[in-house]
């Protein structure tokens, strides 16, 4: 059995209903999806185990632009046991050409633009996925057009730099990949290259950027020029979100985390 990580967080969101307090998301990226092997089958299974609401998808399914057939009917395997309350929705990665999304897969794909989802408590939540793949590159104001300030708000993107983007504390959730969590990691030292415009630190988990957080997963694939990962196991987030609480209640903004090593 593969070594894949679920790593478990909760997030504070804001407008987030207090009947909506405790909704899960997983949030998974950069499949890089080639073939049908053990590491495929145990997200699969974790996949179909973990009670979830909602899976986000932020991109990279395929692992050549040119094999979006091939990765895309490794999508739909991977997915046909997983059926979240709320649904499958995704944005596109660099690794993955507009195309992709006309293939019949179980997966809302979100364009550079936003929907709405109807929480059973009352109310609704914002997604909005800034599209960029291989030949097109978003921006989040595009993605979050129209949408209101007062519904709890979560930004799909590839790049975690994007994030810069937001307005200053709006009160957003970004959900990004793309740097696999640097890949290859060096005890002691942790990720030293990540691909994009964030600091290394910043390569994987949660982190406040100008007072919007930010969720960058290292993913499950590896991509070249080494496509191996090394003290770096592929990942799944799960994410609790919280209803925030008053500013002078204790431990505000504090999120728990954690892991838990699933598999041999």
């Given at each position: 059995m593969a070594k894949v990580v679920v790593r478990h967080i909760e997030v504070p969101l804001d407008g987030l209903p207090r009947g909506a307090d405790g909704l899960r998301l997983i949030h998974l990226s950069d499949l890089h999806l080639r073939k049908w092997g053990r590491v495929e089958r145990e997200v699969q299974r974790l996949l179909?185990?973990?009670?979830?609401?909602?899976?986000?998808?932020?991109?990279?399914?395929?692992?050549?632009?040119?094999?979006?057939?091939?990765?895309?009917?490794?999508?739909?395997?991977?997915?046909?046991?997983?059926?979240?309350?709320?649904?499958?929705?995704?944005?596109?990665?660099?690794?993955?050409?507009?195309?992709?999304?006309?293939?019949?897969?179980?997966?809302?794909?979100?364009?550079?633009?936003?929907?709405?989802?109807?929480?059973?408590?009352?109310?609704?939540?914002?997604?909005?996925?800034?599209?960029?793949?291989?030949?097109?590159?978003?921006?989040?104001?595009?993605?979050?057009?129209?949408?209101?300030?007062?519904?709890?708000?979560?930004?799909?993107?590839?790049?975690p730099s994007t994030a810069y983007e937001l307005p200053s504390a709006s009160g957003v959730l970004m959900l990004a990949g793309h740097t696999h969590g640097g890949q290859v990691r060096i005890p002691g030292i942790g990720c030293v290259f990540n691909n994009d415009r964030i600091p290394v630190s910043m390569?994987?988990?949660?982190?406040?950027?100008?007072?919007?957080?930010?969720?960058?997963?290292?993913?499950?694939?590896?991509?070249?020029?080494?496509?191996?990962?090394?003290?770096?196991?592929?990942?799944?987030?799960?994410?609790?979100?919280?209803?925030?609480v008053e500013r002078n209640a204790p431990n505000l903004e504090v999120p728990s985390t954690g892991k838990i090593p699933i598999g041999v």
């Open positions: 179909s185990i973990i009670d979830h609401d909602l899976l986000l998808i932020t991109g990279d399914f395929c692992n050549r632009p040119q094999q979006h057939a091939h990765a895309a009917d490794l999508t739909s395997r991977l997915l046909e046991p997983i059926a979240p309350k709320h649904g499958i929705v995704a944005v596109l990665g660099n690794h993955d050409l507009p195309c992709f999304t006309a293939h019949d897969m179980p997966v809302q794909f979100l364009r550079n633009d936003n929907t709405h989802i109807e929480l059973d408590s009352g109310g609704a939540l914002c997604l909005a996925g800034v599209e960029q793949s291989h030949h097109r590159r978003g921006e989040a104001r595009t993605a979050l057009k129209g949408a209101s300030p007062k519904l709890p708000r979560i930004v799909l993107t590839h790049y390569s994987r988990g949660l982190h406040m950027v100008n007072g919007n957080w930010l969720h960058v997963t290292a993913g499950i694939g590896a991509s070249s020029p080494v496509p191996v990962r090394l003290f770096c196991p592929p990942e799944i987030g799960l994410i609790t979100l919280r209803t925030r």
